[in-house]
């Protein structure tokens, strides 16, 4: 009777731990949705930021056209 009371006892330990790295997953997933969302934010900022820089360029007037006497 022994052996079957190890194995029920080996069972439950594998299933506590089953239980345990399906809410160590759920976690897991969270983190990378949140992740995520943050990199989708960060790509959305950085694209706004280089079209303004974008723009501040294309007012600069061009090389040789700067409105100097040139001394």
Do not use: F, N, W, Y
Not at 8 to 31: F, G, M, N, Y
């Amino acid at each position: 009777m022994s052996k079957l009371e190890d194995l029920a006892e080996r069972v439950d330990r594998l299933v506590l731990r089953h239980q345990e790295l399906k809410r160590t997953s759920t976690l897991i997933e969270q983190q990378l949705a949140a992740v995520s969302a943050e990199r989708d934010s960060l790509r959305s900022r950085l694209a706004a930021a280089r079209a303004r820089i974008d723009a501040l360029l294309e007012r600069l007037p061009a090389d040789g056209q700067a409105g100097g006497s040139g001394a």
